[in-house]
């Protein structure tokens, strides 16, 4: 049976006719920084049954390796399936997909560049990098980011957009909701709330390409215009910023606090740590 997704603009929709052969969770620096969230979940697939349903133009494509490339929508940002021809296989974003894929995460990989503010509770197994299955490929070399003292420090998948905050954050939240799922691409995403006075961008904030959900109330999400990475949205009426934890260089100094919008949980996805599950929204936090 064929299964669909779309970004969170609804602009770029697909359908993958199964079975889907693979579902792994990637750590790796990349993919948080793309996606925004504490890790990526790719469903691997037979290429042939792949279709691309509406919006293939509105992508989006960024050379992140010498042999990959991301592509995300230029309307929303949301993360794209990567199409690898020669193998024959597509690797789609788990967070869009509509209903159940059929298939649970089997393992999580690169968790030698899991992020310190993540803690991984399930028994799934764990690799440092690649997954034996995927051969002797070599593992992409990421710049370091040096701790400033007071300074919490995020930037791009590309570099060209930065920003520090420095104040310590007021919240940290899991969120399942599917707007985040589809925003992220991602099982969830990971959200954390800063006052805005104490928020600045170093570098490229003309790069950030913004989009709201029409029929949303707040809901926003930026992104670079060039990688597609999250990064940070300001909310100027309510005097805070909202970070996507995956793109942050630095330790936070927070962890979450509690899964939120629980009731709208990816089918595919269990929640196997011990902190509060909150069925819908968690009180706003106070920024002012």
Request: glycine share 8%; net charge positive; charged share 15%.
């Amino acid at each position: 049976m064929a299964i669909q997704a779309a970004c969170l603009c609804g602009t770029v929709r697909y359908e993958i006719e199964g079975p889907f052969s693979s579902m792994l969770n990637c750590h790796c620096s990349m993919c948080r920084k793309h996606h925004g969230a504490p890790f990526a979940t790719f469903a691997a697939a037979a290429l042939e049954g792949f279709r691309w349903l509406s919006g293939e133009e509105k992508l989006t494509h960024y050379k992140s390796s010498p042999n990959g490339t991301r592509s995300f929508c230029s309307v929303c940002g949301s993360v794209a399936p990567l199409l690898m021809r020669d193998a024959g296989t597509v690797l789609v974003p788990a967070g869009p997909l509509e209903g159940d894929p059929g298939i649970r995460p089997q393992g999580h990989m690169f968790v030698g560049s899991k992020a310190p503010w993540y803690t991984i509770s399930d028994s799934l197994p764990q690799h440092e990098a690649y997954p034996p299955e995927c051969g002797d490929v070599p593992s992409i070399p990421r710049p370091t980011v040096s701790a400033e003292p007071g300074k919490t420090i995020g930037s791009c998948l590309c570099g060209d957009v930065a920003y520090e905050i420095t104040s310590a954050p007021l919240a940290m939240y899991q969120c399942h909701c599917s707007r985040c799922r589809r925003a992220r691409s991602a099982a969830h995403g990971a959200n954390l709330f800063y006052k805005l006075a104490d928020f600045h961008w170093t570098r490229g904030s003309s790069q950030v390409v913004s989009y709201k959900v029409p029929e949303a109330k707040r809901f926003t999400v930026a992104f670079c215009r060039r990688c597609g990475a999250s990064v940070p949205q300001e909310s100027p009426t309510l005097g805070g910023v909202v970070v996507p934890a995956g793109g942050l260089d630095t330790d936070p100094g927070m962890r979450p606090m509690a899964h939120i919008f629980v009731n709208s949980k990816a089918v595919w996805f269990d929640i196997t740590d011990t902190m509060p599950q909150i069925p819908e929204a968690p009180p706003l936090p106070t920024a002012r």
